[in-house]
């Protein structure tokens, strides 16, 4: 077990010991038939435990995903505006003004519901940024499998034996070229145009592959037979790109 781990499960664990010693305390020390002492021993308490449960995910998280910083920011910022309420609430309204212990109570009832339904939209706001994050992570890595794909079917093509085919090179590169300056970023619609490209793909693959088994007088025949297959994948990306980018303007 790393530093981490036990400094993380330190935290958590302190975020029930300690506040359950808070509530006692108040309870002890406020006299154990005062409610109101014991409602500031558990608004306290559960001050304490927001705090230390937000330090042991920060130390769990780690260097995680850098679109999470900013929630974990806020979500801090609630946690501390919580905690300053609860303090304030508890010297003025606990012991300086020393409401009824009805109205002491809704108060505090009042700060924990509204902090719950702060934090929980955030940590809903986080949830959906978190998944985004994962699907255009998802669709970048696609994109780089695909662009690595056809600069190893260019490789292939230049490795044959005999004759160079600097022509059909160039067109593939200009392929790769433009899959490597795609957006990634896909959308729903285009499903099965993603599938067509991918398609298209392995059956120039397949066709490289059969200039490389034929015999040197029919490789110029299968070169020009390959030309068509990679004008036709470079107009299918190029499609795909303006409805992507229709799609996406449509969305905004």
């Not at 066709?207 to 025949?221: M, N, S």
Request: neutral net charge; proline residues 3%.
């Amino acid at each position: 077990m790393n530093t981490r781990t036990k400094d993380r499960n330190g935290a958590w664990l302190s975020a029930i010991a300690l506040p359950f010693v808070t509530i006692l305390l108040f309870g002890w020390v406020g006299g154990m038939f005062q409610p109101n002492s014991w409602i500031s021993g558990v608004a306290v308490g559960c001050a304490e435990a927001a705090v230390l449960l937000f330090i042991g995910s920060v130390i769990g998280r780690g260097k995680a995903a850098s679109s999470g910083t900013p929630f974990y920011i806020a979500s801090g910022i609630i946690i501390g505006i919580y905690t300053v309420s609860v303090v304030l609430e508890v010297i003025l309204l606990g012991y300086l003004f020393k409401l009824p212990v009805s109205s002491y109570f809704m108060i505090h009832l009042i700060t924990l519901s509204g902090f719950f339904v702060v934090l929980g939209l955030v940590f809903l706001a986080a949830k959906y940024a978190g998944a985004q994050e994962r699907k255009e992570s998802d669709h970048l890595a696609v994109k780089r499998e695909t662009v690595a794909w056809i600069g190893e079917i260019r490789r292939k093509l230049s490795e044959l034996p005999g004759e160079n085919m600097p022509s059909l090179e160039r067109q593939i590169a200009e392929l790769e070229e433009t899959l490597r300056y795609s957006d990634p970023i896909s959308h729903t619609s285009l499903y099965e145009e993603e599938q067509l490209i991918q398609q298209k793909i392995a059956m120039l693959e397949d066709q490289v592959t059969l200039i490389g088994e034929a015999q040197a007088e029919h490789r110029k025949e299968l070169a020009e037979q390959t030309v068509p297959i990679i004008r036709d994948i470079l107009r299918t990306v190029q499609d795909r790109n303006t409805v992507l980018l229709k799609a996406k303007a449509g969305s905004t």
